[in-house]
């Protein structure tokens, strides 16, 4: 089995330049004799899950560090194996991403909540100066997810939840969405079974109805566009229906038609061709291209009628499709780490941990922050300013502009003055006006619930 795991991930790694395979046959070697005698709780031997994430990570071409960094991200917290002996055998990079994925060691007088959130708060911080971090931890939980079934149900469904809360978003967030979609799926179906079901059957019961619709647009498509294009159709997993139903979105958006063309241009020509060809439904259009809602996701989103249904319709470039299928995968080839990093995650972090010791309070603090449902409000300019959900006019002014925020007078919302503790919604237009005398105060501190926010009042009070 270990021999058979070996040859496939190696051949799948054949991106490697030979140095790097070297180096990576070093390094499985390496983890084989560290685990060697340890089992699963399926009793298979150990290290076929650090092969196996490892197997994840070489499917989306990620870099040596990380590949080795998966091979080798339980030696440490599992064997007798040190940093040090990590450092002196792969790099210094490897061994901070190790230690930012091994947990602290357990102490009887620390409850399981805090020892947890001890922990989280390690994975996050190493994760803020290298993302690669949190990548192999989603590797990580993505096979311990797949091989949940041999666990106890008591231990299935608090990890499924967790996986659910923190991972999902987390997915999200580094627009890793076919691994987001796989552990939501997975996770959905151990917490509520029945309702899983359920939800299922009624997906499989439109799928005709849908697919009726979209055979039809892609004739006229093919038909009367000159633009080249590829088309297809994709499925919102289980998960996200069930959610959708529930926040009231209506069921026809649980399917999507994808319109792929050349280039960035070719989108807006492309919609002027659906807009001809089919009805189209009021408010049904949003430019997600000109102005960015997940750096990961880009691309024009329109609402049509097609044989009697509402039907979803999104439009990308190759290139903007490609983004969208690698994911954080991509901005590591061609993007410096560090940038990566505050791009994904900003500076809730530091700024949740200038507020709080409490690993417990700081779990609380950056679980809302990072990994609630965001909303995305505007500057006058149309800036865009990413905040979550049940964010204030005062979040969005320190988000904005701090040195404004502490002078802020008044804010104006879609052009009409609110009070600062005003509720944002997604899509609000948002003004913040500011004279030349400090205007902060104790009680803003009521109105804010971003780590930014809070961390700015309190150091002026």
Same mark, same amino acid.
């Given at each position: 089995?270990?021999?058979?795991?070996?040859?496939?991930?190696?051949?799948?790694?054949?991106?490697?330049?030979?140095?790097?395979?070297?180096?990576?046959?070093?390094?499985?070697?390496?983890?084989?004799?560290?685990?060697?005698?340890?089992?699963?709780?399926?009793?298979?031997?150990?290290?076929?899950?650090?092969?196996?994430?490892?197997?994840?990570?070489?499917?989306?071409?990620?870099?040596?560090?990380?590949?080795?960094?998966?091979?080798?991200?339980?030696?440490?917290?599992?064997?007798?194996?040190?940093?040090?002996?990590?450092?002196?055998?792969?790099?210094?990079?490897?061994?901070?991403?190790?230690?930012?994925?091994?947990?602290?060691?357990?102490?009887?007088?620390?409850?399981?909540?805090?020892?947890?959130?001890?922990?989280?708060?390690?994975?996050?911080?190493?994760?803020?100066?290298?993302?690669?971090?949190?990548?192999?931890?989603?590797?990580?939980?993505?096979?311990?997810?797949?091989?949940?079934?041999?666990?106890?149900?008591?231990?299935?469904?608090?990890?499924?939840?967790?996986?659910?809360?923190?991972?999902?978003?987390?997915?999200?967030?580094?627009?890793?969405?076919?691994?987001?979609?796989?552990?939501?799926?997975?996770?959905?179906?151990?917490?509520?079974?029945?309702?899983?079901?359920?939800?299922?059957?009624?997906?499989?019961?439109?799928?005709?109805?849908? *697919? $009726? %619709?979209?055979?039809?647009?892609? #004739?006229?498509? =093919?038909?009367?566009? !000159? &633009?080249?294009?590829?088309?297809?159709?994709?499925?919102?997993?289980?998960?996200?229906?069930?959610?959708?139903?529930?926040?009231?979105?209506?069921?026809?958006?649980?399917?999507?038609?994808?319109?792929?063309?050349?280039?960035?241009?070719?989108?807006?020509?492309?919609?002027?061709?659906?807009?001809?060809?089919?009805?189209?439904?009021?408010?049904?259009?949003?430019?997600?291209?000109?102005?960015?809602?997940?750096?990961?996701?880009?691309?024009?989103?329109?609402?049509?009628?097609?044989?009697?249904?509402?039907?979803?319709?999104?439009?990308?470039?190759?290139?903007?499709?490609?983004?969208?299928?690698?994911?954080?995968?991509?901005?590591?080839?061609?993007?410096?780490?560090?940038?990566?990093?505050?791009?994904?995650?900003?500076?809730?972090? *530091? $700024? %949740?941990?200038?507020?709080?010791? #409490?690993?417990? =309070?700081?779990?609380? !603090? &950056?679980?809302?922050?990072?990994?609630?449902?965001?909303?995305?409000?505007?500057?006058?300019?149309?800036?865009?300013?990413?905040?979550?959900?049940?964010?204030?006019?005062?979040?969005?002014?320190?988000?904005?502009?701090?040195?404004?925020?502490?002078?802020?007078?008044?804010?104006?919302?879609?052009?009409?003055?609110?009070?600062?503790?005003?509720?944002?919604?997604?899509?609000?237009?948002?003004?913040?006006?500011?004279?030349?005398?400090?205007?902060?105060?104790?009680?803003?501190?009521?109105?804010?619930?971003?780590?930014?926010?809070?961390?700015?009042?309190?150091?002026?009070?």
């Amino acid at each position: 089995m270990i021999n058979h795991l070996k040859e496939t991930l190696l051949k799948k790694t054949i991106f490697l330049s030979t140095t790097e395979v070297n180096q990576l046959k070093k390094a499985i070697d390496f983890s084989i004799a560290a685990h060697e005698g340890q089992k699963r709780k399926s009793g298979e031997p150990y290290v076929t899950h650090p092969l196996t994430v490892c197997e994840i990570l070489a499917d989306n071409k990620a870099d040596i560090v990380t590949l080795i960094s998966g091979l080798l991200h339980d030696v440490v917290e599992d064997t007798e194996i040190t940093l040090q002996q990590i450092s002196d055998n792969f790099g210094e990079e490897v061994a901070f991403i190790v230690d930012g994925l091994t947990k602290m060691k357990k102490n009887p007088s620390i409850h399981k909540e805090e020892y947890e959130a001890i922990n989280f708060e390690k994975l996050l911080v190493a994760s803020e100066k290298d993302i690669r971090v949190a990548i192999v931890k989603i590797a990580d939980r993505l096979h311990n997810m797949r091989t949940l079934a041999v666990k106890k149900v008591e231990k299935r469904i608090p990890y499924s939840n967790e996986t659910l809360i923190f991972f999902a978003p987390l997915c999200e967030r580094l627009g890793l969405f076919k691994i987001q979609q796989e552990i939501e799926e997975m996770g959905f179906h151990y917490l509520h079974p029945k309702t899983y079901g359920s939800v299922k059957k009624r997906i499989e019961n439109y799928l005709p109805i849908f *697919q $009726a %619709a979209f055979n039809q647009f892609k #004739n006229m498509l =093919e038909k009367e566009s !000159l &633009i080249p294009c590829k088309v297809y159709w994709q499925q919102q997993p289980v998960y996200k229906v069930y959610s959708s139903l529930q926040e009231g979105h209506p069921f026809s958006d649980i399917f999507s038609i994808k319109v792929i063309t050349t280039g960035r241009m070719d989108c807006y020509s492309m919609l002027g061709v659906v807009h001809q060809l089919f009805p189209v439904k009021e408010n049904g259009f949003e430019d997600y291209i000109a102005i960015e809602k997940n750096v990961f996701s880009k691309y024009l989103k329109t609402m049509v009628e097609i044989e009697g249904i509402e039907v979803n319709i999104h439009i990308q470039s190759v290139e903007l499709e490609a983004l969208s299928i690698e994911g954080i995968f991509h901005d590591i080839r061609v993007s410096s780490l560090k940038g990566i990093s505050s791009k994904i995650l900003g500076d809730s972090i *530091q $700024a %949740a941990k200038t507020l709080t010791d #409490n690993p417990i =309070e700081f779990y609380d !603090l &950056i679980s809302y922050e990072l990994f609630q449902k965001e909303i995305t409000v505007y500057t006058p300019k149309m800036d865009v300013i990413s905040l979550p959900e049940g964010s204030t006019a005062v979040d969005f002014a320190f988000a904005l502009n701090p040195e404004m925020a502490k002078k802020m007078s008044h804010i104006k919302v879609n052009g009409i003055q609110e009070p600062i503790h005003i509720e944002l919604k997604d899509l609000d237009i948002v003004e913040m006006i500011s004279g030349d005398e400090l205007t902060v105060n104790t009680i803003w501190l009521n109105y804010a619930i971003t780590a930014k926010a809070l961390k700015e009042i309190n150091e002026l009070l």
